[in-house]
Every structure is written in structure tokens, then in C-alpha cells.
Nanobody
Framework: QVQLVESGGGLVQAGGSLRLSCAVS????????MGWFRQAPGKEREFVGRITSGTTYYADSVKGRFTISRDNAKSTVYLQMNSLKPEDTAIYYCGAGFLWSPRASDYGYWGQGTQVTVSS
């Protein structure tokens, strides 16, 4: 059984920063592609970025502001979010999968999500 637990969300002013964490239990963490997604009210789940052992990839909307990293020893992936904007407000989810993909459907395991709210 693979479980993902996100933490670190909250309320921040525009221009501020937050760091989200996603702790993974279960099967070998290092074998997973880890993705971050977000979902705003009334919208579909949107790809934010992903990381494998040594490579990251970001959506254009967050490139240069967000950074994904992982600590295989702690079975944890992080999303450092800087220069936050009100349009970044959403529930943020981490997903685990085996494909190098931006599609949410390619990630088989998900956390419960953490709310990020950016005030203007």
C-alpha cells in the first residue's frame, strides 16, 4: 500500500513563498516519478511539475518561480514556491507514478491535497 501525505499549505500574500512537502510510504520511493498538480475551484487538475531521479520539468506558468526537489532517504518530495501570485491559489496534490508524464491519469497514487491561498 502506497500512501502520500502532503503538508505545508497555507495562506500567504502575493510575492511570498511556501514550501510543500509530500511524504511517501510503501514501495521504493526512488523508483517513482513524482508529480505536483493543482486544482482550483471549478477547474481541472493542472500539471505543475515533475521529478525523477535527476531531472525536473515544469509547466510554463510556474517555471522560474517553483522548484521541485526530492530526498530519497526521507522518501519525500518538495515543492518550493516563490513569487506567489493570486492565480496560484489551489489545492496542491502530489502524485506518484512510473511514466515521465504531465497527465494526471498517468499517476496511480495521490495524496489528499493541501490548500494554498495567495492573497492580493
Amino acid at each position: 500500500q502506497v500512501q502520500l501525505v502532503e503538508s505545508g499549505g497555507g495562506l500567504v500574500q502575493a510575492g511570498g513563498s511556501l514550501r510543500l512537502s509530500c511524504a511517501v510510504s510503501g514501495r521504493s520511493f526512488s523508483s517513482y516519478v513524482m508529480g505536483w498538480f493543482r486544482q482550483a475551484p471549478g477547474k481541472e487538475r493542472e500539471f505543475v511539475g515533475r521529478i525523477t531521479s535527476g531531472t525536473t520539468y515544469y509547466a510554463d506558468s510556474v517555471k522560474g518561480r517553483f522548484t521541485i526537489s526530492r530526498d530519497n532517504a526521507k522518501s519525500t518530495v518538495y515543492l518550493q514556491m516563490n513569487s506567489l501570485k493570486p492565480e496560484d491559489t489551489a489545492i496542491y496534490y502530489c502524485g506518484a507514478g512510473f511514466l515521465w508524464s504531465p497527465r494526471a491519469s498517468d499517476y496511480g497514487y495521490w495524496g489528499q491535497g493541501t490548500q494554498v491561498t495567495v492573497s492580493s
